[in-house]
């Protein structure tokens, strides 16, 4: 856990990294010079309170493959899981589910959570997204859109203008449950 005045080294490239603590964002670690990891973007208070709900042994997790290597926000037994707000191209989406495998997203939908229609169904929700952001129709790992207290997980989506598809909500708590284990 970064504390004010601490020091210490990137698991990644061993460079230095140094404790940020102030009163707007989280505590966090944040490399004096540029960060060493490709798949790396600044973090929100929102990526870094997820990351939190987590044990410290499970987050920025270096994981090496085929002489690359990169940092997956949390690495549980069982899965990766990224936490993503900012908008990320397809090329990205591919290049971390290739990287990482197992994996599941988390999507911060705050900022066009309006554009979401939901009817309830027999069993599941379907949807339409207005203006979506096209990159996730192409995601192939499981997607979660975080709405704050309840995910939408997205079963499938239909690339198509109006964009939609069906999906589950999940409790956050039963999320954190699942993705623990």
Same mark, same amino acid.
């Given at each position: 856990?970064?504390?004010k005045g601490h020091r210490a080294a990137c698991p990644?490239? +061993?460079? *230095?990294?140094l404790a940020k603590c102030g009163n707007i964002k989280v505590n966090h670690w944040a490399h004096l010079s540029c960060d060493c990891d490709t798949f790396k973007q600044s973090e929100t208070e929102w990526h870094i309170k997820w990351k939190? +709900?987590? *044990?410290t042994n499970q987050q920025e997790c270096v994981m090496k493959k085929n002489g690359i290597t990169h940092r997956a926000d949390v690495k549980t037994n069982t899965k990766i899981i990224e936490f993503q707000k900012s908008s990320i191209s397809v090329d990205q989406i591919t290049d971390r589910e290739r990287f990482?495998?197992?994996?599941v997203w988390v999507v911060d939908v705050s900022d066009f959570c309006k554009?979401?229609?939901?009817c309830r169904r027999k069993g599941f929700e379907s949807f339409r997204w207005l203006w979506p952001r096209i990159t996730w129709t192409h995601a192939v790992a499981p997607i979660f859109?975080?709405?704050?207290?309840?995910?939408?997980q997205i079963k499938k989506v239909y690339r198509n203008i109006p964009c939609g598809g069906w999906g589950l909500?999940?409790?956050?708590?039963?999320f954190l449950d699942w993705a623990k284990n």
């Open positions: 856990m970064a504390q990644l490239c +061993l460079d *230095p990294v939190q +709900l987590f *044990p990482y495998g197992n994996m554009n979401f229609r939901f859109l975080d709405f704050g207290d309840s995910l939408f909500f999940w409790h956050k708590d039963v």
